[in-house]
């Protein structure tokens, strides 16, 4: 477990495995990738050694590596009483992998409990999110995140889905043409670049950025190219701004990964979020600005 989080290639090896302690992983893709190889690639690296459960928002016909089929028809209620018939009612040595082909289609107000309620230490759940789908949104609920935000803020592992282009030009003409609803030929290859986020019981989120191959089934990092060329650039903005020795070893550097932050409650699942302050009699609060920073 302590070494994948420092092996970017072995973490990805165990998210797409279901080795990795992630409950609930969120795969992000866009109108260039689709995020439809990525769930083959997790279907293959889980085999048999899990039971995988299919939720069907836009796909017609069953899918091969999927154990059982369901219409997401009716209401979120009886959705869910569906996919419990099929999961284990006591921990289970035995893997259940819930997928649902868009979570774009369950009400914003509705996800926070939707997926609680599926999420156990013996199911993990894969849910598939297209971040370019306009979001209907009523008015009570314009000060509230959205839905894409509530996902990302929820999930333990996020996989996001982007294609390959050959530089920050090319890739704001592609942005450019997608938001025309110009669909250039040649998307959907099967080289992507792949986005890693998985976040640690600490609450430190890593992030890694792979091409990932889904014909050969190989993935190369991508990201940490780019940090150790920038290694030699970083130590020369911080010689002469100070007299302290700003830079650290090595050996300092991964003393700083293995500090443990505090546990967020928020990744457990458990109902809350909000942050709410009460004033008592001691609080210097003035009723003529009751905007007023109270600390």
């Known amino acids: 477990m302590a070494s994948s989080s420092h092996n970017p290639a072995i973490l990805l090896k165990r998210v797409l495995s279901l080795r990795e302690s992630s409950p609930f992983i969120l795969c992000v893709d866009c109108i260039e990738r689709s995020a439809a190889c990525l769930v083959e690639e ?41 996919i419990r018939s099929y999961l284990p009612s006591k921990p289970s040595p035995r893997k259940h992998l819930v997928i649902i082909d ?9 996800l926070s409990q939707f997926i609680s309620s599926m999420v156990s230490p013996s ?16 008015s009570s609920m314009e000060n509230y995140p959205s839905s894409l935000q509530l996902l990302q803020f929820m999930a333990t592992s996020i996989l996001e889905c982007l294609p390959i282009t050959e530089d920050a030009a090319a890739e704001e003409a592609l942005d450019s043409k997608i938001q025309k609803l110009v669909i ?7 080289v992507f670049k792949l986005v890693l986020t998985n976040r640690r019981k600490s609450g430190r989120a890593l992030t890694y950025t792979f091409q990932f191959d889904s014909g050969s089934h190989s993935y190369n990092v991508l ?16 010689e002469g701004l100070t007299t302290f020795n700003l830079n650290i070893s090595n050996r300092q550097k991964a003393a700083r990964e293995n500090v443990a932050l505090p546990f967020l409650e928020a990744q457990s699942f458990n109902a809350g979020g909000a942050i709410v302050y009460e004033y008592e009699k001691d609080d210097d609060y003035d009723e003529e600005d009751p905007y007023e920073d109270p600390f």
């Open 223 to 238: 990201q940490e190219q780019a940090v150790n060329g920038n290694a030699g650039d970083d130590q020369e903005m911080l």
């Open 184 to 190: 250039p030929r040649g998307l959907n290859l099967h």
């Open 42 to 82: 997790i279907s293959r690296e889980v085999g048999d050694s899990a039971t995988i459960i299919y939720v069907s928002y836009e796909t017609n016909n069953k899918p091969a590596y999927a154990t059982h089929f369901i219409e997401g028809t009716g209401s979120e209620s009886k959705l869910l009483d569906t």
């Open 102 to 110: 868009t979570l774009n289609l369950i009400p914003s107000s509705k």
């Open 123 to 138: 199911v993990v759940l894969l849910g598939i999110y297209h971040k370019q789908q306009p979001e209907a949104r009523p």
